[in-house]
């Protein structure tokens, strides 16, 4: 089984819906971070949060709110689609002191 | 802050062939250095990091990468390409606090048969 989980993998919705992407890990770490990911941009980070009560917001946060629901799992919404939100989203876990991120598959979002 | 340039955003390169992927970063306070591939369709792995200690930092797959504080680089290489490692580099920084990383805008690597 994979040690991060992103769910849905793929998802097509229209402008002004609500998406809740979701993120589950089974490593253990304390850690976890949301990017997203656009051709010729490389990975820009959304929202990351150090424990369950820490909460951050990344160089790209407007249009987008998070929740860490436990330490195993941390949400993403967006609260109305637009369609300059289409991209492939990551989800990403990392163990405090050890500065590696172990990343999902990624969940590609389009919307219309 | 910390910031990260990967100056080739294409590299086409022959089987058996040496490469070279350029990172430079920026940085006011020490760092940590990471590339991570992503093949296609697939999430992001971890390459090789510098941390600290030697400056020559071997990874999987036969890559390397040399850390050079003096012109804030941290080039990637491989003596000889498969088709294999056709795929997306990305060099990242994290400062060596509690800090995120920073990632460049990848590099498509393209290994020609």
């Known amino acids: 089984d994979a040690d991060v989980t992103q769910t849905p993998r793929n998802r097509i919705t229209k402008t002004g819906k609500r998406i809740m992407l979701e993120c589950s890990q089974t490593?253990?770490?304390?850690?976890m971070y949301w990017y997203r990911q656009d051709p010729g941009l490389g990975l820009r980070l959304i929202y990351y949060s150090f424990d369950v009560k820490d909460i951050n917001k990344g160089e790209i946060s407007d249009g987008y709110s998070v929740s860490r629901q436990a330490q195993a799992k941390f949400s993403l919404s967006l609260e109305s689609a637009i369609p300059n939100q289409t991209a492939l989203y990551f989800c990403?876990?990392?163990?405090?002191?050890?500065?590696?991120?172990?990343f999902g598959p990624g969940t590609r979002l389009t919307v219309l | 802050a910390q910031s990260v340039t990967q100056l080739d955003s294409q590299v086409p390169v022959f089987e058996e062939a040496p490469v070279e992927l350029r990172c430079n970063y920026s940085?006011?306070?020490?760092?940590?250095l990471f590339w991570y591939v992503q093949y296609p369709n697939q999430g992001l792995q971890l390459l090789l990091k510098y941390l600290s200690g030697s400056t020559l930092v071997k990874g999987i797959n036969g890559f390397e990468a040399e850390f050079n504080k003096s012109q804030t680089s941290f080039h990637l290489r491989k003596p000889s390409v498969h088709i294999s490692d056709t795929a997306e580099y990305f060099c990242a920084v994290s400062g060596t606090g509690n800090t995120p990383l920073v990632f460049g805008k990848g590099t498509r690597l393209s290994v020609i048969a």
């Open positions: 940085s006011s306070v020490s760092v940590y």
């Open positions: 990403a876990t990392s163990a405090q002191g050890t500065d590696t991120q172990y």
């Open positions: 490593k253990g770490h304390d850690r």
